[in-house]
C-alpha cells in the first residue's frame, strides 16, 4: 500500500508560518468541505469507516495523532505530526484515527458535501466491498 502524504510550503518570515492550500495545486481535488476534529478525549479511536467515493486530505494543524489505513490487504499507522503536511486518504480505504494529543486539532479537507450513502461503516461490508472489485 502506497502512502501519500503531502508536504505544504509553508512561507515562513520572522513573524512565524503560513500555510495556504488551494484546489487543484496543493490538493488532487475540488474542496467542497472542510471539518476538523478537536478537544479529542484520551483513548478515544474515530473513524471505522470508508467512503465509496470521497477522497480526502488529513492535516493535523495543532497537535499530533495517528491514522490507520486499511485497504482490505494492507494496513499502515501514519503518524501525524506537522501543521505542513497532509495525508491523502482515497475512497475504498477503511480508516481509524486514534492517539490524538490533548491538543491535537485535525482538519479535514474533502471533495464532497456530506453524504451518509457514501460511507462504509460495517468492516465485514467493506472486505466483501473492496474484494469484489
Ligand atoms: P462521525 O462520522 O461519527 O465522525 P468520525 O467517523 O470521523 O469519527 O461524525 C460525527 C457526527 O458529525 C455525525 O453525527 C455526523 C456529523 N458529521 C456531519 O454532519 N458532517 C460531516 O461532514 C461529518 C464528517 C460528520
Not at 505530526?81 to 482515497?90: D, I, N, S, T, W
Amino acid at each position: 500500500m502506497q502512502v501519500v502524504k503531502y508536504m505544504f510550503q509553508p512561507h515562513g518570515d520572522d513573524r512565524g508560518q503560513l500555510v495556504a492550500l488551494e484546489e487543484h495545486k496543493d490538493i488532487p481535488f475540488e474542496i467542497k468541505r472542510v471539518y476538523y476534529m478537536y478537544d479529542t478525549k484520551p483513548g478515544v479511536v474515530r473513524g471505522f469507516h470508508a467512503h465509496k467515493s470521497l477522497e480526502q486530505i488529513l492535516i493535523c494543524i495543532h497537535g499530533s495523532c495517528k491514522i490507520r489505513l486499511d485497504n482490505g490487504s494492507e494496513k499502515k499507522v501514519v503518524p501525524l505530526e506537522k501543521p505542513y503536511e497532509g495525508l491523502y486518504v482515497a475512497n475504498d480505504m477503511w480508516r481509524e484515527m486514534f492517539d490524538f494529543s490533548e491538543d491535537a486539532v485535525l482538519m479535514v479537507l474533502a471533495s464532497a458535501l456530506y453524504d451518509e450513502s457514501d460511507y462504509i461503516r460495517n468492516y465485514d461490508e467493506f472486505i466483501d466491498y473492496v474484494s469484489k472489485k
